[in-house]
């Protein structure tokens, strides 16, 4: 059974920064592509980043420079250090991951960032 638990959310002020965090289980981890993605009020979900289990890294532009995307295959962990943040990055954060075909989502984490 696969399962990705975020953590991390919150509220920030605007320039402040958020780690969130993701706990993956029931995937072999340290071959799984893993990636962060975002939904913000109204708008469709989009990627933000992803790692490869070699720790190659790609990001949406709006967040290069500002966004780190992070994994330790040891720890089944993958992290988002997200720094600068504005009231555009308000949304829910999810942690996802494809395995055996098939799409995983954590739950989501909230994060608001107030100007």
């Known amino acids: 059974q696969v399962q990705l638990v975020e953590s991390g959310g919150g509220l920030v002020q605007a320039g402040g920064s958020l780690r969130l965090s993701c706990a993956a289980s029931?995937?072999?981890?340290?071959?799984?592509?893993m990636g962060w993605y975002r939904q913000a009020p109204g708008k469709e979900r989009e990627l933000v980043a992803q790692?490869?289990?070699?720790?190659?890294?790609m990001y949406a532009d709006s967040m290069k420079g500002r966004f780190t995307i992070s994994r330790d295959n040891a720890k089944n962990m993958v992290w988002l250090q997200m720094n600068s943040l504005n009231s555009e990055d308000t949304a829910d954060y999810y942690c996802?991951?494809?395995?055996?075909?098939?799409?995983?989502w954590g739950q989501g984490t909230q994060v608001t960032v107030s100007s």
């Open positions: 790692i490869t289990g070699a720790g190659n890294t």
């Open positions: 996802a991951t494809k395995w055996g075909g098939n799409d995983y």
């Open positions: 029931g995937i072999f981890f340290s071959i799984a592509v």
